[in-house]
């Protein structure tokens, strides 16, 4: 069966620090992985996609199927990047759903 | 343009009380349209997913069911309440990029 795993709850980092929030999967097809972010009060939104290889707001992510993984990563944390981020993966084929991580808090100081 | 409406804001019910909460989208025709929770420490959990009027799937079983009596709307039900569906409800809906959210309901039941 498929799975999301974000293995840290929380993650304290200073500002200017370089960011890596980990998220491996479980799947037997071909994935399609995102990252998902919730900034305080407001909406879960789109981070970024793997099939797409562009940068949001500095955060890059890898697909890396022979470790499973699809890391979200930024070179130098900014105070604005707090927030909740999820890892998920599309499954289902037509019927489209996605399956998320627990979520990993990212915290900067500064 | 494409938008994801979700209501109420917060709502909070008495144990045994019926549940209604609503989700439309704009922009669009025949979506796919999915109600998610979300549970402190347990990440997004799928409950329902339509691909189309009156189609309904549940993925796990619960106090709760779903509809979708128009082509853009999709209702979140329950007869009686109990505490331990209280949480965070959101609406989404899979647009080509990948999912939009609504902004969430905060369900408390007491």
């Known amino acids: 069966a498929q799975r999301v795993t974000q293995p840290e709850k929380l993650l304290s980092v200073f500002k200017g620090a370089p960011v890596e929030l980990k998220c491996n999967y479980s799947y037997s097809g071909s994935p399609e992985l995102f990252w998902y972010v919730q900034y305080s009060r407001q909406r879960l939104q789109l981070l970024l996609r793997h099939i797409s290889r562009e940068s949001i707001k500095g955060f890059t992510a890898d697909l890396n199927k022979g470790e499973t993984s699809f890391h979200l990563k930024k070179p130098f944390a900014q105070e604005e990047d707090s927030a909740m981020y999820y890892c998920a993966l599309l499954y289902g084929g037509a019927t489209n759903k996605l399956i998320f991580g627990t979520g990993t808090l990212l915290a900067v100081q500064p | 343009s494409q938008t994801i409406h979700q209501w109420p804001a917060t709502l909070v019910q008495p144990v045994g009380s019926p549940l209604s909460l609503e989700c439309t989208v704009e922009g669009t025709s025949n979506p796919n349209l999915y109600w998610y929770r979300q549970a402190a420490g347990r990440g997004l959990q799928l409950l329902f997913y339509?691909?189309?009027?009156?189609?309904i799937s549940s993925e796990v079983p619960q106090n709760l069911s779903a509809s979708r009596p128009q082509d853009r709307q999709f209702i979140l039900s329950s007869k009686k309440l109990l505490l331990s569906d209280s949480g965070f409800y959101l609406c989404?809906?899979?647009?080509?990029?990948?999912?939009?959210f609504g902004s969430g309901t905060r369900l408390t039941v007491v």
């Open positions: 339509s691909v189309g009027i009156g189609q």
């Open positions: 989404a809906w899979k647009l080509d990029y990948g999912y939009t």
